[in-house]
């Protein structure tokens, strides 16, 4: 039906709204970049209940940035440098421990930014895997190399549990609506390059403002 169609992730979707990201002197939008990591939850409760607590916290940093954006000053909140500026300009940043801004955009958007990086090396493992990849060592291997380094252990642990319960590579490129399995590939190897750029960019504007390790 017409509504199954539109609740259906479509890897081509997520693609679409990475390339709105960028502005033409590299600003990146933070209503495109949210709308990205929604079409990511979205893929993500497709694939069942065991990952309920990955995208709940997805969803609540995800609602924490919308509340900005469709806040009182979220004509601050239009890119994330300008976020940024103005966060820092008006001192709601907790910069080295947790205080009166527990909360913040930069914080937050930190959170998501450092799961891009995790998404980058999965997807990277993704395309260029053999047809008798494991989704789940791939994606254990990309944690370890990004996002476990931020997490403690009882984290680690249950995301570990949950990456066993990932679907096999054939069923898991399925699910992304694209096609066949060369065409998924051919679709990442577009993606890819455009999720990267946007993690560069906000990796650069997190470390010139110090502000990698935010509380
Ligand atoms: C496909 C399997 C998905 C696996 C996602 C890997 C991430 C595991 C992360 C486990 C985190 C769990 C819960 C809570 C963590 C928070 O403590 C932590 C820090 O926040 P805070 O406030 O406590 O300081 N939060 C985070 O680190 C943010 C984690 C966000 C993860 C969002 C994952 C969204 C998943 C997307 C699925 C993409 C599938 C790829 C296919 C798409 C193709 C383009």
């Known amino acids: ?3 199954a169609e539109d609740q259906k992730f479509s890897l081509k979707e997520v693609l679409d709204t990475f390339k709105l990201c960028l502005t033409e002197n590299k600003e990146v939008y933070l209503e495109h970049y949210v709308a990205g990591w929604r079409g990511l939850v979205k893929f993500l409760n497709s694939l069942g209940s065991v990952f309920g607590f990955i995208s709940k916290d997805a969803v609540n940093k995800i609602k924490i ?6 806040g009182d000053n979220g004509s601050q909140y239009v890119t994330i440098q300008s ?4 966060e820092l300009d008006s001192g709601l940043v907790d910069l080295t421990k947790r205080g009166n801004h ?7 958007l930190l959170r998501l930014h450092r799961a891009l ?5 999965f997807l990277e493992r993704l395309r260029t895997s053999s047809e008798d990849g494991k989704t789940s060592v791939m994606c254990a ?11 403690p252990w009882v984290i680690r642990k249950a995301a570990g549990m949950a990456f066993c319960m990932l679907p096999g590579r054939l069923a898991f490129l399925e ?3 694209v096609g066949t399995p060369e065409q998924v590939v051919a679709m990442l190897g577009e993606a890819l390059p455009l999720i990267s750029e946007v993690y560069q960019i906000t990796e650069e504007l997190y470390a010139q403002n110090n502000m990698l390790d935010l509380p």
Not at 117 to 121: G, I, Q, V
Not at 141 to 151: G, K
């Open 117 to 121: 990086r995790w998404l980058e090396l």
């Open 1 to 3: 039906s017409v509504v």
């Open 65 to 70: 940035l919308v509340g900005y954006l469709e």
């Open 175 to 177: 699910v992304m609506n």
């Open 102 to 108: 527990p909360e913040s955009g930069c914080r937050t």
């Open 141 to 151: 291997d990309a944690y370890n190399e990004s996002l476990a380094q931020h997490h």
């Open 83 to 86: 976020m940024m500026k103005y």
